[in-house]
Nanobody, 123 residues
Framework: VQLQASGGGLVQAGGSLRLSCAFS????????VGWFRQGPGKERELVAS????????YYRDSVKGRFTISRDYAKNTVYLQLNSLKPEDTAVYYC?????????????????WGQGTQVTVSS
């Protein structure tokens, strides 16, 4: 499985970005996918995930109502729409994929990681 992330950048607080992660190498429909992030001096954390069918979606509490995860089976791509961004959202964002039903919060069942894309939110 190969994952190619894109879409990061520098944005002011309150702004928006859309991250994309292109999936290749296996059948996209058989993988759950999601996004982790790691801010400066912080541990990696699961931000959002979506199941193989799209029927189960997880968001960490701090991004609920602001971020939206989605997947496009025709394009083999998973998206993360980031709205109402805050300085504390500044981090490197990594897409991830697992053959399990859901991504584990600690990343222990991740099959493949994307290369990371930097999101910087200025105050």
């Amino acid at each position: 499985v190969q994952l190619q992330a894109s879409g990061g950048g520098l944005v002011q607080a309150g702004g928006s970005l859309r991250l994309s992660c292109a999936f290749s190498g296996r059948d996209f429909r058989t993988y759950s996918v999601g996004w982790f992030r790691q801010g400066p001096g912080k541990e990696r954390e699961l931000v959002a995930s979506i199941s193989k069918s799209g029927g189960y979606i997880y968001y960490r509490d701090s991004v609920k109502g602001r971020f939206t995860i989605s997947r496009d089976y025709a394009k083999n791509t998973v998206y993360l729409q980031l709205n109402s961004l805050k300085p504390e959202d500044t981090a490197v964002y990594y897409c991830a994929a697992t053959g399990a039903n859901i991504l584990s919060a600690d990343g222990s069942n991740v099959r493949s990681w994307g290369q990371g894309t930097q999101v910087t939110v200025s105050s």
